[in-house]
């Protein structure tokens, strides 16, 4: 069963526009949750990141939107770069006893820019 | 200068066989993970060290075994390696066991079993 889901596989977007990536969780204790991003041959990068306690955070072009009450989060990048080209990842973790730091991944979703 | 480097980065190998990939991180972080990343592409947690002792151990068959001799290094070995072992490992390490926040991943090992 998986606990994140990233529905969408791929996206293409033109640069300088935006990119949405969508992202769903169904476990309730989840209250961190993180974007990475991957190159191919490269492991995964981390970009930014939301408590549970915000609905927003944002650094330069790329904000996370979390959505509680319908268990979501988003990711915008604007405007988008050929360079953002890359696999996104969403992940969450949860505030468990002696959980150490186990994030749960979706499945990635494909993100192409082209010029 | 790489933070988190795990050798080798590919790794081929036939069944029956025992294997270990290294990882050594310079961030001075206390924790520790093995990912695998499956044929789906799912990223899986595997194991967590936390300053060289076992703090997450997720449903992994008994074939694979962690060694951390330090907190700057975490192991994996596996033994008598099967087909469905075949995947990309990435160890990782975060600052503390209380945050994933942004763990640092190294890049990789493609293991395939033939």
């Known amino acids: 069963d998986q606990q994140v889901k990233q529905n969408s596989p791929s996206l293409s977007v033109q640069e300088g526009r935006i990119s949405i990536l969508n992202c769903d969780y169904t476990?309730?204790?989840?209250?961190?949750f993180l974007w990475y991003k991957k190159y191919p041959a490269e492991g995964p990068t981390f970009l930014i990141s939301?408590?549970?306690?915000?609905d927003k955070n944002e650094d330069g072009r790329f904000t996370v939107f979390l959505n509680k009450s319908a268990k979501h989060l988003s990711l915008h990048i604007v405007p988008s770069q050929p360079g953002d080209s890359a696999v996104y990842f969403c992940?969450?973790?949860?505030?468990?006893?002696?959980?150490?730091?186990?994030?749960?991944f979706g499945g990635g979703t494909r993100l192409m820019v082209k010029p | 200068d790489t933070a988190v480097s795990q050798t080798p980065k590919y790794l081929v190998t036939q069944m029956g066989n025992d294997k270990s990939i290294k990882c050594e991180q310079n961030?001075?972080?206390?924790?520790m993970y093995w990912y695998k990343q499956d044929s789906k592409k799912f990223l899986k947690i595997m194991f967590s060290?936390?300053?060289?002792?076992?703090?997450i151990n997720e449903t992994v068959p008994n074939r694979f075994s962690p060694k951390s001799p330090d907190k700057a290094h975490l192991n994996l070995h596996i033994n008598s390696l099967e087909l469905g072992d075949s995947a990309v490992y990435f160890c990782?390490?975060?600052?503390?066991?209380?945050?994933?926040?942004?763990?640092?991943f190294g890049q990789g090992t493609r293991l395939t079993v033939v």
């Open positions: 990782a390490s975060s600052q503390d066991k209380f945050r994933g926040t942004e763990a640092f």
């Open positions: 476990n309730s204790m989840f209250d961190y």
């Open positions: 939301i408590s549970s306690i915000k």
């Open positions: 992940a969450a973790s949860a505030r468990l006893p002696n959980a150490g730091n186990m994030l749960t």
């Open positions: 961030l001075g972080h206390d924790t």
């Open positions: 060290y936390n300053n060289k002792e076992l703090i």
